[in-house]
């Protein structure tokens, strides 16, 4: 008698995005080092988010698995605060 093996499916990881919230205080050119620094974006593609965040409010800056994410929001939260920027970073299910 052979005994069937059920599959064990495991689900991906459930993704999370991070976003950088618009305000009126934080230099531009500090949110594009932050894409840069803690992001990995280039220079053109940080410029690109920034700018959606400055005209829509906010935007996406990765997607990530949740504890990645969260520690991404406290990385980009400690360095605004470090230099006084009011800088606001969340994340949300994707």
Same mark, same amino acid.
């Given at each position: 008698m052979v005994a069937e093996r059920k599959a064990l499916r495991t689900k991906p990881p459930r993704m999370y995005q991070v976003l950088m919230l618009n305000d009126d205080y934080t230099p531009?050119?500090?949110?594009?080092? %932050? /894409?840069?620094?803690?992001?990995?974006? *280039? /220079?053109? #593609? +940080? #410029?690109?988010?920034? /700018? &959606?965040? !400055? !005209?829509? =409010?906010? +935007?996406?800056? =990765? %997607?990530?698995? &949740? *504890?990645? @994410? @969260? #520690? &991404?929001?406290? /990385? %980009? %939260? @400690? +360095? @605004?605060?470090?230099v006084g920027h009011p800088l606001q970073c969340t994340m949300e299910a994707a």
């Amino acid at each position: 008698m052979v005994a069937e093996r059920k599959a064990l499916r495991t689900k991906p990881p459930r993704m999370y995005q991070v976003l950088m919230l618009n305000d009126d205080y934080t230099p531009m050119e500090f949110v594009v080092m %932050v /894409l840069q620094q803690y992001f990995q974006r *280039d /220079l053109e #593609t +940080a #410029t690109l988010i920034m /700018l &959606k965040i !400055h !005209h829509e =409010g906010r +935007a996406v800056c =990765g %997607v990530y698995p &949740k *504890d990645v @994410a @969260a #520690t &991404k929001v406290e /990385l %980009v %939260v @400690a +360095a @605004a605060r470090r230099v006084g920027h009011p800088l606001q970073c969340t994340m949300e299910a994707a």
